[in-house]
DNA sequence: CCATTTGTAAACAGTA
DNA sequence: ATACTGTTTACAAATG
């Protein structure tokens, strides 16, 4: 291997680097105004002193944007289900309304997000689509469940009351039982827009008149989504412009689906039941909403824009008095009515039991990063302490936070608690620079720092949080993260701030830090280029590097496990979200749709590296390391190429390294088991 | 208590 | 002259 003695004289102009070299001007730019308090009269470099904003800062703003995200994913899961059944106004269909939904109650917490934050985080079609998702599932439920694709109950006719009532009754009851269910169909589905509106999400229509029965405006919300179900005979079917439909938004991820129906409509939620100031729940709003809306005589649900709004017919109706009529010819009473209404009734349970499954998985992801779920914090401190100064002072974190188990703990973690993105080992680092943070998990600690890596990646981006890991193993993944294997400083600089929000601030002391470990650990060895040196990853002197000391201590373990489980709660959690189409994790820092595998792209390199034995060996490596590959293959780069990678503002994740996907070999994250490392 | 690892700070030299 | 890169030393903290 050419791994040569790392002094060669680096000849050639790195002019390359320099191109890039951005990097350290934007990270550092709030320091800037400090002036490079040069410490010293001769110490003329690094001494941009760290900046000490005060503010929040970008990463801080996006950490806290998730946390709302998944409040406003909970939140609008609760309103769909209170909105569409909640119980009623009426006390009259109070017997008859086989939904209810007290759950959602429940899983309003005080801090809610204000309509204005909804919509800022979902946008309309974004919510529709969701709903849609949901009633698609619903539909097929329903199928499943006997009822035919056209909505009808599949034995003509027979059955035509709902499953859990007496099925054949005086006809007087039962007619009364439908007008009910419809009744509150009809309410539910207004609770259900005055929800929407109040969120700024549905204009609504001044003009609709009044009626005894009411409209449901804009057909945004409309479920569209059971066009065939519902487009029956009487009704005249309109090409159901499902404008949304696709987005995998698999809510059901959670299975839910199929034990739905049996699974009873109320389910308690495990998070305490908040109540409004005034002791009323939260549901109350929805409440309110829906009784005013018997109030304003010039509304129905089910009539809006000038159209019918009954699931799958989008009749004209110039004003009220004609929807009513319509409303009683094509939507009277009858088995199709009635069916219909049962579906939406099941798509209000499904929404319901879908509520309780999600709330469930928050309640575990909750638990497993040790968050009190309880008590949502209103994320008081700020991210970053934010060290007063350039440079942290030592004094305070060190011991504090950094937690031998490895597992997070609140203390510090003022941001983090509520946060759902909370990583997995990340308890120690002194997240935010208090001090010198010690001990880092590191890669020693088994916990596999390329697929960790992977599985929060997203969250390191954006948290501004210190990442578990030591600079070596960072520095190594980055390098190894390349196609080439090989990164000039600046780049190294670059992934760093790229993947870590963490590492935006403080710049000069990481920085200075990162150069440090590149001389000092023998693992990395500078190879001349063209363009100047880049920075390879030796990785037999890597592993050697590696006392053996972690056995299988709890801690590691702990720290293994909660890192892997995060790791799929994240991804999982992340898919959901992804696919929901948050625009805000969508955002360019946020993660990016479809990541929740792709994530993975940076797997690839820790793959080869770590800790198994590579097939090569070759030099005389000790039988069980030799990684060769990185080593031999020191290609120097013919041209860094920095600035491609680097900037690339659109696959942000693991851009740089087209490969990625490819070597299928290195992208094993499995590979760096601990059992493996440890020994 | 000691050895080791790691992080931080800083001095310093070479280069562009 | 300045900034970046790279090396090195020193020190402190954490850990086994």
Known sequence: MMVESASETIRSAPSGQNGVGSLSGQTDGSSGGATGTTASGTGRDMTTGADSNGEMSPAELLHFQQQQALQVARQFLLQQASG?????????????????????????SPQMLTPQQMQQILSPPQLQALLQQQQALMLQQGVAAGWGPDGMPEADGTPLCPPPRAPHQALGNKQLAFQQQLLQMQQLQQQHLLNLQRQGLVSL???????????????????????????????????????????????TGTAATATSFAAPPKVSPPLSHHTLPNGQPTVLTSRRDSSSHEETPGSHPLYGHGECKWPGCETLCEDLGQFIKHLNTEHALDDRSTAQCRVQM????????????????????????????????????????????????????????????????????????VTPLRPPGLGSASLHGGGPARRRSSDKFCSPISSELAQNHEFYKNADVRPPFTYASLIRQAILETPDRQLTLNEIYNWFTRMFAYFRRNTATWKNAVRHNLSLHKCFVRVENVKGAVWTVDEQEYQKRRPPKMTGSPTLVKNMISGLSYGALNASYQA????SSFPLLNSPGMLNPGSASSLLPLSHDDVGAPVEPLPSNGSSSPPRLSPPQYSHQVHVKEEPAEAEEDRQPGPPLGAPNPSASGPPEDRDLEEELPGEELS
Do not use: Y
């Not at 350039?390 to 608690?417: E, I």
């Not at 959901?576 to 696919?579: C, I, K, N, Q, V």
């Open 576 to 579: 959901a979200l992804a696919e």
């Open 205 to 251: 229509q001044p003009n609709q008149a009044s009626g005894p029965l009411q409209t449901l405006p804009q057909a945004a919300v409309c479920p569209t989504d059971l066009p065939q179900l519902w487009k029956g005979e009487g009704a005249p079917g309109q090409p159901a412009e499902d404008s949304v439909k696709q987005e995998g938004l698999d809510l």
């Open 346 to 417: 099941q798509v209000v349970q499904q929404l319901e039991i879908q509520l309780a499954k999600e709330s469930e998985r928050l309640q575990a992801m909750m638990a497993h990063l040790h968050m009190r779920p309880s008590e949502p914090k209103p994320f008081s401190q700020p991210l970053n302490p934010v060290p007063g100064s350039s440079s942290f002072s030592k004094v305070t974190v060190s011991a504090a936070d950094s937690f031998p188990d490895g597992l997070v703990h609140p203390p510090t973690s003022a941001a983090a608690p």
């Open 84 to 108: 569409l059944s909640s119980p009623g106004n009426n006390d009259s269909k109070q017997s008859a309304s086989a939904v209810q939904v007290p759950v959602s109650v429940a899983m309003m």
